[in-house]
């Protein structure tokens, strides 16, 4: 069956750094990805796309990774900032089907 | 800026009750998503509408679940009866239409507690 797995459940960073979050799949064969953001109680938030013949997208300190050889996308953030910590959600899908979520990666930043 | 508005925000329920939730899209959005989130996990589709038309609900519990968008406009989930186990976050999204990787905007959601 489809499954999505996201690299740990949560990742503690110093103020700063980047951090990097990533997003494996397997039994699947997506045409693009997405990445949201979600705060506690609210819904998640677009970040991303980027399509299966797109390496790479940025916006601002956002930068994402698409490698369907290893069948994984990372997430950067850079120049981390506390304002940060949330929760990253990773999305797959195909055009015609409907996105698969990740369990998501839960990101704090230490001042 | 458009929202999508969801409510109530929470709601507490016993079990066996029925509860509805209802969800507000964003103007012109043809495809509108009912997910259930539980805690510490990623949010699961249960029904996906385009326009009035149900295009997925695999999902969905239909022995207890039920959905709706009539007019193509709003929608309504309703749960009867609940039980212990349906207490989750359910949120509503929308997006210009499907077939296409659309980014989904996310309502705050309903948090539902089952006792």
């Known amino acids: 069956s489809q499954k999505i797995e996201q690299n740990s459940e949560a990742l503690n960073i110093q103020e700063g750094k980047t951090a990097t979050l990533t997003c494996n799949y397997t039994?699947?064969?997506?045409?693009?990805l997405q990445w949201y953001r979600q705060d506690p109680g609210r819904g998640p938030v677009f970040l991303l796309l980027?399509?299966?013949?797109?390496k790479e997208k940025r916006k601002e300190r956002l930068k994402v990774t698409f490698d369907t050889t290893l069948k994984q996308s990372l997430f950067h953030i850079t120049a981390s900032q506390p304002a940060d910590s949330a929760t990253y959600l990773c999305?797959?899908?195909?055009?015609?089907?409907?996105?698969?979520f990740g369990p998501g990666t839960r990101l704090s930043v230490l001042p | 800026e458009a929202e999508v508005a969801q409510s109530p925000r929470y709601k507490i329920t016993e079990k066996s009750q029925a509860v509805a939730f209802w969800c507000d899209p964003i103007?012109?959005?043809?495809?509108l998503y009912w997910y259930r989130q539980i805690l510490g996990q990623g949010p699961e589709l249960l029904v996906q509408?385009?326009?009035?038309?149900?295009?997925?609900d695999s999902q969905l519990p239909k022995d207890r679940f039920s959905a709706e968008r009539l007019k193509g406009v709003d929608s309504t989930l309703k749960i009867q009866p609940a039980e212990l186990g349906d207490s989750a976050m359910y949120l509503c999204?929308?997006?210009?239409?499907?077939?296409?990787?659309?980014?989904?905007?996310f309502g705050p959601g309903t948090r539902l507690t089952v006792t």
């Open positions: 999305a797959w899908g195909n055009y015609g089907q409907n996105f698969v």
């Open positions: 509408f385009q326009d009035e038309s149900v295009v997925d």
């Open positions: 980027i399509r299966e013949n797109e």
């Open positions: 103007s012109g959005h043809a495809t």
């Open positions: 039994n699947y064969s997506p045409a693009y």
């Open positions: 999204a929308s997006s210009l239409a499907r077939d296409s990787p659309y980014e989904q905007y």
